[in-house]
């Protein structure tokens, strides 16, 4: 049962009830993904060891939340090896059966496995999500018998779409359709196939009410639900050997064979370029980056062709532009994907409307794509361009590529608007900065919004827009100087305007920082926002600066002292009047920290750039970079479990929260560390 590209263990110590709070993560490149805990205690709605997407890669439905492992010895003891939890009549968590206090080992790689011991018995659940198939395999290892024992493995399920809940109450009927070794389970239009050699299927009908789930509590969400039980499956199991047993799992009605190693992926993950080293690290530490970067990248079918997106993470996110734009350098440059690099930009032009690629693709409707976005047409000119500069493939800049960033320049130039029935426009103003949006729109990645209210509303000119937007007209203007001479004055031309804005319109010499963003009224007046936000470090990060060397390092400066954490980079400064420091509570109160204080570990790639950029590069630079990077480092060989979170609480510790598993987040952690290796 041994996994080679393991990168993961934790040793088990008596109830260890902390781990229940350590989150791991299984994925098969198309959407469909297992996730839970440790201790194997579901605490999310999103938990399950199947979550199989029905419209890859969105359209995600729960289809094997648990499942209940029974061993019943020779002499009549009865193991029980899941962990469910309930609440006693004081509201306290209570967890039946209690299978987590026979754990002794928990292993991590591109499979899970759990190791459960009892005097001589050890009992081992190893996991498998099949590569590029909506199916998985449990495979069990039994030793140290005495005698004939009985193993039932009893799914429980609620074949239901990922962000809901199942009750009972709510005439909730599931079919079954049992026979010999299989079984078919259905609700509405969803079925799911369990299928077990080895073992014999008897119908037993059964509901388990009210499991609680902790982490939806803590987020102000339903926390409870019902879980079905259909039956079981019996094998009985000889005492002379080891045995093993395997139940496969799938979307539909027909079975599928058990998948005993995940060596699919394994081939898969080989052909990427080897992870960048940091400080020495072992070889687990290259395999769990490489694991990390591939879990975020899947494939779409747009205008009816396959390609490729980059989910902004897991468990609940489908592929926004921005993030999928921000995270290909990392996840796909850096590890030598060149043809899924092209791929995925291919999926953001060729859904381009107005010079617009889309913030995100809906997650119901298949045809149906959301732009309400001004930076992520920058994002992809700034990585269309580093796509040309990692691969030198010209006849793809050529021949699409170079002319779906200069229809972002010249639909910014013309004006264009994320929804036709809105007043939220995008342009460019006289002094040649870009102005976007209105004091109801969220067009910046700051865009947290609910019941009519924008928590961050940065409409106007906001600064790191036009630091990209400096940046790709410089940049494309450079790449458009031997093929269109016209072009490339046009643009340098525009650049230098933008440039001497910028600085008159961001720089703050009071503080030696740059303003996040001004506000246009109806009467055209100016407002500069007071905030200090870590925005501003695009102006230094991005390889072409509107800034002089002097107001770079200022920035870098200023961002250091007042916005940096072990986790990355906070939105607000702790003594800012708006700061808050702790992300909890309802969605609203969650919202409402998202960008006023909370820290984003993807911010710590630009910060570290900026290092690199304003240090030239040098060894003493590097050595600050990379010092800014290794907490983030370290919690992703350790707490993290091989991935890293959306963000983090402002206030120390820090503690992890949001998204468990964000694309960006790994992107810019393997991006930095290739900048320091080169």
């Not at 047409?377 to 700034?382: D, E, H, P, Q, Y």
């Not at 109160?589 to 040098?618: K, M, N, Q, S």
Request: glycine share 8%; hydrophobic share 40%; net charge negative.
């Amino acid at each position: 049962m041994n996994d080679p590209w393991t990168t993961h263990r934790i040793d088990v110590a008596g109830e260890a009830a902390d781990l229940v709070g350590r989150e791991w993560l299984l994925t098969n490149g198309t959407g469909a993904y297992a996730m839970g805990t440790v201790l194997g205690v579901n605490t999310r709605r999103y938990h399950g060891l199947f979550v199989a997407a029905t419209r890859p890669p969105v359209g995600r439905v729960v289809v094997l939340n648990q499942m209940l492992e029974r061993l019943v010895l020779a002499d009549g003891t009865a193991l029980e090896f899941a962990t469910c939890r309930f609440r006693d009549s004081s509201g306290r968590p209570i967890d039946s059966p209690q299978g987590s206090r026979l754990l002794r080992r928990f292993e991590k790689g591109t499979t899970a496995t759990w190791h459960y011991e009892h005097r001589s018995v050890r009992f081992t659940r190893w996991l498998n999500i099949h590569w590029k198939q909506q199916a998985i395999t449990l495979r069990y290892r039994v030793e140290g018998l005495r005698g004939r024992a009985v193993l039932t493995l009893s799914p429980m399920l609620t074949l239901r779409d990922f962000h809901s809940l199942t009750s009972r109450s709510t005439s909730c009927v599931f079919g079954t359709d049992g026979a010999a070794d299989s079984v078919t389970v259905s609700r509405d239009d969803v079925a799911a196939t369990f299928h077990c050699p080895s073992g014999r299927w008897e119908d037993a009908p059964d509901w388990w009410y009210a499991m609680v789930y902790s982490i939806d509590a803590e987020r102000g969400e339903a926390d409870a639900e019902d879980g079905f039980v259909p039956g079981r499956f019996e094998v009985t199991l000889d005492a002379s050997q080891a045995a093993e047993v395997m139940v496969s799992a799938v979307l539909g009605r027909r079975p599928v064979e058990p998948c005993p190693d995940a060596t699919a992926r394994h081939r898969h993950l080989a052909t990427m370029r080897p992870a960048p080293q940091f400080n020495g690290q072992d070889r687990r530490g290259g395999a769990a980056l490489l694991i990390a970067a591939d879990d975020f990248v899947v494939e779409r079918c747009v205008a009816r062709q396959q390609s490729t997106t980059i989910l902004a993470g897991f468990p609940w996110f489908a592929d926004w532009g921005r993030d999928a734009l921000i995270a290909i350098p990392g996840l796909l440059l850096a590890t030598g994907r060149f043809e899924e690099a092209k791929a995925t930009l291919r999926t953001f032009a060729s859904s381009m409307r107005g010079g617009l690629v889309p913030n995100r693709f809906d997650d119901y409707d298949d045809q149906a794509a959301h732009y309400n976005t001004v930076d992520a047409s920058l994002w992809f000119a700034n990585v269309a361009m580093q796509y040309l500069h990692a691969t030198g493939d010209r006849a793809t800049w050529d021949g699409w590529l170079g002319d779906a960033a200069r229809e972002v320049i010249d639909s910014y130039l013309r004006g264009t608007r994320p929804d036709p029935d809105r007043p939220d426009g995008i342009g460019v103003d006289g002094d040649g900065l870009v102005v976007a949006g209105s004091a109801t729109s969220q067009l910046t990645w700051m865009d947290a919004a609910i019941e009519g209210v924008a928590f961050t509303p940065r409409h106007g000119k906001a600064v790191e827009i036009n630091a990209l937007w400096y940046h790709a007209l410089v940049g494309i203007g450079e790449l458009a100087v031997d093929r269109d001479p016209a072009l490339c004055e046009r643009l340098r031309t525009l650049a230098a305007q933008v440039r001497q804005s910028f600085n008159d319109t961001f720089w703050d010499g009071s503080r030696g920082a740059l303003r996040d963003h001004v506000t246009i009224d109806q009467e055209g007046r100016t407002r500069a926002d007071a905030a200090l936000r870590p925005n501003q470090i695009f102006a230094v990060s991005l390889p072409h600066s509107p800034l002089s060397t002097n107001r770079q390092r200022s920035v870098l400066r200023v961002v250091r002292q007042s916005l940096l954490t072990p986790f990355g980079l906070r939105t607000l400064p702790p003594d800012d009047p708006e700061y808050q420091g702790r992300y909890s509570g309802s969605r609203f109160d969650r919202d409402a920290a998202y960008h006023r204080g909370t820290v984003w570990p993807w911010l710590i790639g630009p910060y570290a750039e900026a290092i690199l950029r304003c240090g030239g590069f040098e060894p003493r630079a590097k050595e600050e970079a990379r010092v800014a990077v290794a907490p983030l480092w370290h919690f992703f060989g350790g707490d993290g479990l091989g991935q890293l979170h959306e963000i983090h609480e402002g206030d120390p510790p820090h503690r992890p929260v949001g998204c468990v598993a964000q694309a960006w987040s790994v992107a810019e952690l393997l991006r930095v560390l290739r900048l320091l290796e080169g």
